[in-house]
């Protein structure tokens, strides 16, 4: 089964900074290619949300809430798309997950935990 893979997640005190990164795991390195990529992230008893995007062509867009403090990218050649997080707070604390825009239910991955302490 193919599947996106996240990582570079961790316990981090509030005003720190973590970099995720997210690969593909089988053989659909085309979907990187293809589609606008996102990050997003669910916390405990709250709905998944959007954090950032990224098209083709590099055009991002950022939630409000985290805007001037992640930066979403991406690496067409190597299939990856990171997301550098600064300034961290404890409502950052979530799972966060890459998918296309929209997301396919086909590549949910597992996440990877982020928890920032206040």
């Known amino acids: 089964q193919v599947q996106l893979v996240e990582s570079g997640g961790g316990l981090v005190e509030a005003g720190g900074s973590l970099r995720l990164s997210c690969a593909a795991s089988?053989?659909?390195?085309?979907?990187?290619?293809?589609?606008?990529m996102a990050w997003y992230r669910q916390a405990p008893g709250k709905q998944r949300e959007l954090v950032a995007s990224?098209?083709?062509?590099?055009?991002?867009n950022y939630a409000d809430s985290v805007k001037a403090r992640f930066a979403i990218s991406r690496d067409n050649a190597k299939n990856t798309v990171d997301l550098q997080m600064n300034s961290l707070k404890p409502e950052d604390t979530a799972v966060y997950y890459c998918?296309?825009?929209?997301?396919?239910?086909?590549?949910w991955g597992q996440g990877t935990q982020v928890t920032v302490s206040s």
């Open positions: 998918n296309t825009v929209p997301p396919n239910s086909r590549y």
């Open positions: 089988g053989s659909i390195f085309s979907i990187f290619r293809l589609n606008a």
């Open positions: 990224i098209t083709r062509g590099g055009i991002t």
